[in-house]
Structures are given as C-alpha cells and as structure tokens.
Antibody, heavy 116, light 109 residues
Framework: EVQLVESGGGLVQPGGSLRLSCAAS????????MHWVRQAPGKGLVWVSR????????YYADSVKGRFTISRDNAKNTLYLQMNSLRAEDTAVYYC?????????WGQGTLVTVSS | QAVVTQEPSLTVSPGGTVTLTCGSS?????????PYWFQQKPGQAPRTLIY???NKHSWTPARFSGSLLGGKAALTLSGAQPEDEAEYYC?????????FGGGTKLTVL
C-alpha cells in the first residue's frame, strides 16, 4: 500500500524558511515523478512543484519560483520542499503526491503557517 | 502562468444531470492538456475520478464521464446521488508546469 507521510510544517515568520519532508513507502519511490500541492484553509488545491524520478528535472508554479526548491533522496525514499522567503500567502496545508498509472496518491498533509 | 477556470458552484437535483467545465486562459483545452478531474470531500484527500480527458479508474462511478466540450474540458454527472456532493477540481498540464482549476462546489439538493 502506498504511504506518504509529510512532516516539517509549523509556524514561521514572514521571510523565514522551512523544509518539508515526505517519507514514501509501499512503492518503488525512485521510479516515479513526485509533486507538492498546497491548500490554504477553506480554499482550493494549488499545484506547487514536481520532480522527475532521478531528480534531474524540476518545475515550479510561478508563485513559488525562485523561493522554493524541490528535491529527493531516492536512497531514503524521501521527497523534500525547501521553502525560503516565506510570505503570508504561503500559509496552507502542503501535500506530497505520487502518480502511478494515472492515479494520484496523497499524504495527509502538513500545515505551514506564515505569520508574525 | 495559465489560469484554469471552473464554475465556483453548481446545484443539481438528485437523479439529475450536471456538467462542470474547465477552461484555460491560454485558449482551448485539448487532449494535449491531459485533463484530470478530482473529487474532494471535506476533511479528505482528493480522489482521482477522470484522467486524460475521459478515462475512468476502476473506482469511478459510471455516472461520471469526461469529455471536451466547446473548447473546455467537461465533467458530466448523470443521475446525481447525495454522495456526489463535493468539491471538484480539474487539472491541466502545460509543458512542464501543472495547474489546478479553482474548484466547483457541487451541491446535490
């Protein structure tokens, strides 16, 4: 069974940094593209970033480009999201997701709150 | 970056039919955008209903169907059930980036 467990969220001041992690199990992590998606409280889903299976290709939403960095460690079956220069509008639950045979598997999410 | 638009809310009667649409600020939505449709209920993770415009997963109820309609991606629900009340998101691919629509809150009433 696919399991994705996010961690690393919390309260951070504007301009601060956080690194989110997503521990994957139950599938061959190194074979799949991975995504980060966020959802502000009471709002819709927003795609944030994706990374290919070996980490050599990454894409970002314009709203986070230059501030966020996605990466992965296939030896540790872990996906990361380094978030710098955080803004109030980055406040959201952040989900990692894997896509296998056109089905998205989601973690439970980790809440990031950007506030002074 | 492209903006993907959906109806903010729609209401359908039980047993009725409703079509949700998904447009793109860049022009017509095509099969090359590989449209997905997700269903999300409160407190739950999204569930994939439709992929690549019209393909269903084994768990997708037969009453849901996907298509391209008038330059948009469309999700049609025929024979709405109370359990279909949820938020529905379309999702489009643009070369490297991906974009979700703003979501449609579907009420079955």
């Amino acid at each position: 069974e696919v399991q994705l467990v996010e961690s690393g969220g919390g309260l951070v001041q504007p301009g601060g940094s956080l690194r989110l992690s997503c521990a994957a199990s139950g599938f061959t992590f190194s074979s799949y593209w991975m995504h980060w998606v966020r959802q502000a409280p009471g709002k819709g889903l927003v795609w944030v970033s994706r990374i290919n299976s070996d980490g050599s290709s990454t894409y970002y939403a314009d709203s986070v480009k230059g501030r966020f960095t996605i990466s992965r460690d296939n030896a540790k079956n872990t996906l990361y999201l380094q978030m710098n220069s955080l803004r109030a509008e980055d406040t959201a639950v952040y989900y990692c997701a894997s896509v296998s045979l056109h089905n998205w598997n989601w973690g439970q999410g980790t809440l990031v709150t950007v506030s002074s | 970056q492209a903006v993907v638009t959906q109806e903010p809310s729609l209401t359908v009667s039980p047993g009725g039919t409703v079509t949700l649409t998904c447009g793109s600020s860049t022009g017509a939505v095509t099969s090359g955008h590989y449209p997905y449709w997700f269903q999300q209920k409160p407190g739950q993770a999204p569930r994939t209903l439709i992929y690549d415009t019209s393909n269903k997963h084994s768990w997708t109820p037969a009453r849901f169907s996907g298509s391209l309609l008038g330059g948009k991606a469309a999700l049609t629900l025929s024979g709405a059930q109370p359990e279909d009340e949820a938020e529905y998101y379309c999702f489009l691919s643009y070369s490297g980036a991906r974009v979700f629509g703003g979501g449609t809150k579907l009420t079955v009433l």
